[in-house]
């Protein structure tokens, strides 16, 4: 088909590239905010860290739908009513997906990849997952479906927080 | 349905790594290219709506305030909706209801997007979208979680990664017809296969750039638009549904909520069968996998057969299913919410005959647009037609 | 309006200074498990669409509309998000509601202010990042300057902003829900410390943690609750210029704007006269006094008079902000709307305890959405 007309001939927007901040051939402001905050963790994930702090995985279950999920919450999601039971979990799960990554969180790029991984929790409803990190693991080795277990730190260095597992390692 | 709603006019600014312009002087731009584009003037404009994603790119805390001069929003309603990445889309749909409801006879809907304020890398400014208690501590990149959710699709139907990368290649290929597209050489499907691994399975080729830019539509109710323009582009479905936050209890094979949000808007539009009753499509492609995971969701192919089509070339702009001819985030560039509406005007330009070198080849009367975002969570879709 | 939308349910927590005890999710679950129940509803199986309003940097969650959905029961449904007060996401489920294509909405807000270490470190960053933030100022400089303007034209004096303090903080004592109720003397104004001249410590709204949620339903639904419905007879919002070079010091414009707009809809030529009571912005002393003539509910030149009379007091002719507004109640953030929607329909409804005024039939609630924006909404209720 013959174009009819072109639409956007010429679009306002100006790039800029790395030298023009170089040499100074634009003026910037900068900002570093203070923004700061003490998140409160509440009863549900509040008594999940206390577990983790103990060494172990605390899920929750509803009895209306029958789930038992993790990570805990007061309420059922799906049927809008509270939870029924604190439940503990096994410390041991299957990967659901995971992923090799060559970036940290601020782009460096890294030798070594981190594996993050959801992990499907032993004693959760299947499909219930919390995202965490592979180790001890050659990268190549990883696959969706295998069996892998908590690698606690030493209880003494637990402070009641998702990082008291330092990863999950196969098994 | 209420009163019917149209698009009559579009206007974009081009999409660039780092905009010299501030963010108020994009939406500026914008808002009064689409309003040129149909020949209207601010006071004939009854209010505005804004759309733009997390408020720390630019640093700028109540961002839509901060905006609002710029958008062309002094002295009028204005209000500024937000379902992150799915906000470009979206805020079609919250345009659609200021008119629709009988209160507003015309709508400016503006979305902004200014990324590369955040130093050193935008990329870090998505730390703080993850769970603060459960999951930050952990340090996650955002790129963790397409790469789960792109191995977890693959995985789930056996997929191999060229065939997903043939979306890139299309993509980006097309762009490079869009006169604000952000890529400016061609790309083969080796590029993309031999491009740095940031998250396998993800490639840097996988990936849309980051991008400063934005995109503005006018939207008018019947009457009104029909003394716009004689090629009013209706707004025939819209549809939204976010899924639960408890992202890692969810299967990431399949977007549910898209097929929510498709249901919804189809519903609305009188669509029984989008595989033959959808001429177009402009799904959120900020990875290639995306659009395939959403032209399932749109249903527009059964579960796991989407990259059969790129092979098949029926998604080419001459193919049977137009999808991206824009060339999509991939190759125009990745504004957040700007993107989104960028694929909006798409099919505005695209049904009214007007895309130039893009036009497909194929005669289209109904399209589909549709964006996605949050934790792999929120669809938004809107079904245009002509 | 068309489509007539009422409110049919509501639902708060307490509004209190902290709140360590649950998450913002376990708080807002409270607050709409309450409106659910008032407006006898089930929110998987009734509810159509869901707004929420939030802004990320006061949560410290970048795209926060992600953390939304299940503590509301809106799972896989219609949600979105209003980067706005909590009148702004009313006005977003009318609108919805009046397309027809939706019945019952819910509108969610709410204030997890104690989780803000440097609340205003975060405040500032809503400063033109080229133009005002490189002076380092604190954002309260804004209300400084605007206050001074205000006592220069209107002739009033820090005295009456006084008698607003005075009055909604002993309003509070009231309003169970209330976490700032206080019986303040002159002996405290005396000593009370500056914070940008004439503004001082005791002129300022203080934070509280709390969440609002809010069904809205239109008529067909209505009249199968069994509920008492109040209606939206009006809602209107306002933008104003957000730069401080080019703002009108004068006057909020936009709050007029957006009262002419829900009073255009609501038939109101004469508000003074059409309104029974007002829960209005107070985020600053004089700023309730400045919305009063924004309103159009009390004139420029009888205001000193007004003020002096009381007759903005529990037995004057117009009560004003009767919950204790934001002075007494806690500043709420996004959910401030809310909060004072929430205890005008307690009113309208004569469910407002030993807050109730005398069968009260119709209201005015407003809200402004705090420094340095230009951004106003309005909404008129009746029974």
Same mark, same amino acid.
């Given at each position: 088909m013959k174009p009819k007309k072109e639409t956007l001939p010429l679009l306002p927007g100006t790039g800029l590239k790395d030298e023009d901040f170089k040499k100074g051939r634009v003026l910037t402001t900068r900002w570093d905010a203070d923004a700061r905050y003490g998140w409160d963790a509440g009863v549900a994930v509040g008594r999940y860290l206390a577990g983790l702090k103990e060494g172990v995985i605390l899920g929750v279950r509803c009895h209306k739908c029958g789930r038992t999920m993790v990570p805990p919450r007061i309420f059922c999601e799906w049927c809008f009513r509270n939870i029924d039971e604190w439940v503990e979990l096994k410390d041991t799960g299957t990967v659901n997906t995971f992923s090799l990554c060559y970036v940290t969180w601020d782009v460096r790029r890294i030798k070594e990849p981190q594996i993050p991984a959801v992990i499907e929790i032993d004693g959760a409803s299947p499909g219930m997952g919390i995202m965490h990190l592979l180790g001890e693991v050659d990268p190549k080795q990883v696959k969706v479906g295998m069996r892998v277990k908590a690698v606690w730190k030493p209880a003494a260095e637990r402070e009641g927080a998702i990082t008291d597992i330092r990863y999950f390692k196969p098994i | 349905m209420g009163r019917r709603v149209a698009i009559v006019g579009a206007g974009m600014t081009r999409f660039v790594r780092r905009a010299q312009e501030t963010g108020k002087e994009l939406a500026f731009y914008a808002a009064s290219e689409a309003l040129h584009y149909c020949g209207m003037k601010l006071n004939q404009i009854d209010g505005v709506v804004l759309g733009s994603a997390p408020d720390t790119f630019d640093g700028v805390h109540m961002k839509g305030e901060y905006l609002s001069d710029g958008a062309g929003a002094w002295g009028k309603p204005y209000m500024r909706c937000y379902v992150g990445g799915g906000t470009g889309v979206f805020s079609v749909i919250h345009g659609w209801y200021h008119v629709a409801s009988g209160a507003f006879d015309t709508c400016l809907v503006v979305c902004e997007e200014k990324m590369s304020s955040f130093q050193p890398h935008p990329q870090a400014a998505f730390l703080t979208i993850f769970d603060h208690t459960t999951e930050r501590p952990l340090k996650p990149n955002l790129l963790w979680i397409f790469a789960l959710e792109m191995n977890r699709y693959m995985n789930t139907y056996g997929l191999r990664k060229e065939d997903i990368a043939r979306v890139a290649v299309k993509n980006k290929n097309n762009a490079l017809d869009h006169p604000a597209a952000q890529i400016a050489a061609p790309v083969t499907l080796d &590029?993309?296969?031999?491009?740095?691994?940031? =998250?396998?399975? +993800?490639?840097?080729? &996988?990936?849309?750039?980051?991008?400063?830019? =934005?995109?503005? +539509?006018?939207?008018?109710?019947?009457?009104?638009?029909?003394?716009?323009?004689?090629?009013?582009?209706?707004?025939e479905g819209v549809g939204w549904a976010l899924d639960t936050a408890y992202w890692t209890n969810r299967d990431l094979c399949y977007p549910r909520y898209v097929e929510e949000a498709a249901r919804m808007a189809y519903r609305m539009a009188g669509v029984t069968d989008p595989r033959h009753q959808i001429h177009v499509a402009e799904p959120y492609d900020p990875f290639d996998y995306k659009e395939l995971h959403h032209l399932e969701g749109l249903m527009l192919c059964g579960r796991g057969e989407a990259p059969q089509l790129t092979v098949d070339g029926v998604t080419r702009r001459d193919g049977e299913l137009p999808v991206c001819p824009s060339g999509g985030l991939l190759g125009v560039g990745n504004p957040i919410a700007a993107a989104g509406l960028m694929k909006v005007a798409e099919l505005f330009y695209q049904l009214r005959g007007e895309a130039g070198k893009r036009q497909i080849a194929r005669k289209a009367k109904r399209g589909v647009a549709q964006a996605w975002g949050d934790l792999m969570q929120v669809g938004t879709v809107v079904v245009l037609g002509v | 309006m068309a489509n007539r939308v009422a409110i049919v349910g509501i639902g708060a927590?307490?509004?209190?200074?902290?709140?360590?005890?649950?998450?913002?999710?376990?708080?807002?679950?409270?607050?709409?498990?309450?409106?659910?129940?008032?407006?006898?509803?089930?929110?998987?199986?009734?509810?159509?669409?869901?707004?929420?309003?939030?802004?990320?940097?006061?949560?410290?969650?970048?795209?926060?509309?992600?953390?939304?959905?299940?503590?509301?029961?809106?799972?896989?449904?219609?949600?979105?998000?209003?980067?706005?007060?909590?009148?702004?996401?009313?006005?977003?489920?009318?609108?919805?509601?009046?397309?027809?294509?939706?019945?019952?909405?819910?509108?969610?807000?709410?204030?997890?202010?104690?989780?803000?270490?440097?609340?205003?470190?975060?405040?500032?960053?809503?400063?033109?990042?080229?133009?005002?933030?490189p002076l380092g100022f604190n954002n309260l400089f804004i209300a400084g300057l605007e206050m001074n303007r205000f006592l220069h034209t209107s002739g009033l004096t820090k005295l009456h902003c006084w008698q607003v303090?005075?009055?909604?903080?002993?309003?509070?004592?009231?309003?169970?829900?209330?976490?700032?109720?206080?019986?303040?003397?002159?002996?405290?104004?005396?000593?009370?410390?500056?914070?940008?001249?004439?503004?001082?410590?005791?002129?300022?709204?203080?934070?509280?943690?709390?969440?609002?949620?809010?069904?809205?339903?239109?008529?067909?639904?209505?009249?199968?609750?069994?509920?008492?419905?109040?209606?939206?007879?009006?809602?209107?919002?306002?933008?104003?210029?957000?730069?401080?070079?080019?703002?009108?010091w004068d006057r909020p414009e936009y709050v007029t704007r957006a009262a002419v707009m829900a009073y255009r809809q609501a038939g109101i030529d004469s508000p003074a006269d059409q309104i029974d009571f007002a829960e209005i912005d107070d985020t600053f002393s004089y700023k309730e006094l400045q919305h009063l003539v924004a309103l159009g509910l009390v004139s420029a030149a009888e205001l000193s008079h007004w003020i002096e009379a009381g007759r903005t007091g529990t037995q004057g002719v117009l009560p004003v902000n009767r919950s204790g507004g934001a002075l007494g109640m806690g500043y709420l953030y996004e959910a401030n709307g809310l909060a004072r929607l929430y205890c005008a329909v307690q009113q309208l409804r004569g469910e407002a305890g030993r807050m109730q005024l005398s069968a009260p039939r119709r209201a005015v609630v407003q809200s402004w959405r705090g420094l340095p924006t230009t951004s106003a909404a309005v909404a008129v209720l009746s029974v």
């Amino acid at each position: 088909m013959k174009p009819k007309k072109e639409t956007l001939p010429l679009l306002p927007g100006t790039g800029l590239k790395d030298e023009d901040f170089k040499k100074g051939r634009v003026l910037t402001t900068r900002w570093d905010a203070d923004a700061r905050y003490g998140w409160d963790a509440g009863v549900a994930v509040g008594r999940y860290l206390a577990g983790l702090k103990e060494g172990v995985i605390l899920g929750v279950r509803c009895h209306k739908c029958g789930r038992t999920m993790v990570p805990p919450r007061i309420f059922c999601e799906w049927c809008f009513r509270n939870i029924d039971e604190w439940v503990e979990l096994k410390d041991t799960g299957t990967v659901n997906t995971f992923s090799l990554c060559y970036v940290t969180w601020d782009v460096r790029r890294i030798k070594e990849p981190q594996i993050p991984a959801v992990i499907e929790i032993d004693g959760a409803s299947p499909g219930m997952g919390i995202m965490h990190l592979l180790g001890e693991v050659d990268p190549k080795q990883v696959k969706v479906g295998m069996r892998v277990k908590a690698v606690w730190k030493p209880a003494a260095e637990r402070e009641g927080a998702i990082t008291d597992i330092r990863y999950f390692k196969p098994i | 349905m209420g009163r019917r709603v149209a698009i009559v006019g579009a206007g974009m600014t081009r999409f660039v790594r780092r905009a010299q312009e501030t963010g108020k002087e994009l939406a500026f731009y914008a808002a009064s290219e689409a309003l040129h584009y149909c020949g209207m003037k601010l006071n004939q404009i009854d209010g505005v709506v804004l759309g733009s994603a997390p408020d720390t790119f630019d640093g700028v805390h109540m961002k839509g305030e901060y905006l609002s001069d710029g958008a062309g929003a002094w002295g009028k309603p204005y209000m500024r909706c937000y379902v992150g990445g799915g906000t470009g889309v979206f805020s079609v749909i919250h345009g659609w209801y200021h008119v629709a409801s009988g209160a507003f006879d015309t709508c400016l809907v503006v979305c902004e997007e200014k990324m590369s304020s955040f130093q050193p890398h935008p990329q870090a400014a998505f730390l703080t979208i993850f769970d603060h208690t459960t999951e930050r501590p952990l340090k996650p990149n955002l790129l963790w979680i397409f790469a789960l959710e792109m191995n977890r699709y693959m995985n789930t139907y056996g997929l191999r990664k060229e065939d997903i990368a043939r979306v890139a290649v299309k993509n980006k290929n097309n762009a490079l017809d869009h006169p604000a597209a952000q890529i400016a050489a061609p790309v083969t499907l080796d &590029d993309i296969l031999k491009s740095e691994v940031l =998250a396998w399975p +993800v490639q840097r080729l &996988d990936v849309s750039p980051v991008s400063d830019g =934005a995109v503005a +539509v006018v939207l008018a109710e019947e009457s009104v638009a029909r003394r716009i323009t004689d090629k009013p582009v209706w707004i025939e479905g819209v549809g939204w549904a976010l899924d639960t936050a408890y992202w890692t209890n969810r299967d990431l094979c399949y977007p549910r909520y898209v097929e929510e949000a498709a249901r919804m808007a189809y519903r609305m539009a009188g669509v029984t069968d989008p595989r033959h009753q959808i001429h177009v499509a402009e799904p959120y492609d900020p990875f290639d996998y995306k659009e395939l995971h959403h032209l399932e969701g749109l249903m527009l192919c059964g579960r796991g057969e989407a990259p059969q089509l790129t092979v098949d070339g029926v998604t080419r702009r001459d193919g049977e299913l137009p999808v991206c001819p824009s060339g999509g985030l991939l190759g125009v560039g990745n504004p957040i919410a700007a993107a989104g509406l960028m694929k909006v005007a798409e099919l505005f330009y695209q049904l009214r005959g007007e895309a130039g070198k893009r036009q497909i080849a194929r005669k289209a009367k109904r399209g589909v647009a549709q964006a996605w975002g949050d934790l792999m969570q929120v669809g938004t879709v809107v079904v245009l037609g002509v | 309006m068309a489509n007539r939308v009422a409110i049919v349910g509501i639902g708060a927590t307490q509004f209190r200074s902290i709140s360590p005890d649950v998450s913002y999710r376990e708080l807002v679950y409270e607050a709409a498990v309450k409106a659910y129940r008032d407006a006898g509803i089930d929110p998987r199986r009734d509810v159509d669409t869901f707004v929420t309003c939030s802004e990320d940097y006061n949560e410290g969650t970048s795209i926060f509309d992600e953390y939304v959905p299940d503590q509301l029961g809106a799972a896989l449904k219609q949600v979105h998000t209003i980067a706005g007060d909590g009148l702004h996401g009313v006005a977003a489920a009318v609108l919805q509601i009046m397309t027809g294509q939706f019945r019952v909405a819910v509108v969610e807000a709410h204030s997890k202010a104690s989780n803000m270490l440097t609340p205003d470190g975060i405040a500032v960053c809503a400063q033109d990042p080229v133009f005002n933030r490189p002076l380092g100022f604190n954002n309260l400089f804004i209300a400084g300057l605007e206050m001074n303007r205000f006592l220069h034209t209107s002739g009033l004096t820090k005295l009456h902003c006084w008698q607003v303090v005075q009055k909604n903080r002993a309003h509070a004592f009231d309003n169970p829900l209330a976490g700032r109720a206080a019986l303040v003397e002159e002996y405290d104004f005396a000593n009370a410390r500056p914070l940008a001249a004439p503004l001082d410590e005791l002129d300022v709204a203080q934070p509280v943690d709390g969440a609002v949620v809010v069904v809205l339903a239109d008529e067909s639904v209505v009249r199968r609750l069994k509920g008492k419905p109040v209606w939206v007879e009006g809602i209107g919002w306002g933008n104003g210029a957000v730069s401080l070079e080019s703002r009108d010091w004068d006057r909020p414009e936009y709050v007029t704007r957006a009262a002419v707009m829900a009073y255009r809809q609501a038939g109101i030529d004469s508000p003074a006269d059409q309104i029974d009571f007002a829960e209005i912005d107070d985020t600053f002393s004089y700023k309730e006094l400045q919305h009063l003539v924004a309103l159009g509910l009390v004139s420029a030149a009888e205001l000193s008079h007004w003020i002096e009379a009381g007759r903005t007091g529990t037995q004057g002719v117009l009560p004003v902000n009767r919950s204790g507004g934001a002075l007494g109640m806690g500043y709420l953030y996004e959910a401030n709307g809310l909060a004072r929607l929430y205890c005008a329909v307690q009113q309208l409804r004569g469910e407002a305890g030993r807050m109730q005024l005398s069968a009260p039939r119709r209201a005015v609630v407003q809200s402004w959405r705090g420094l340095p924006t230009t951004s106003a909404a309005v909404a008129v209720l009746s029974v």
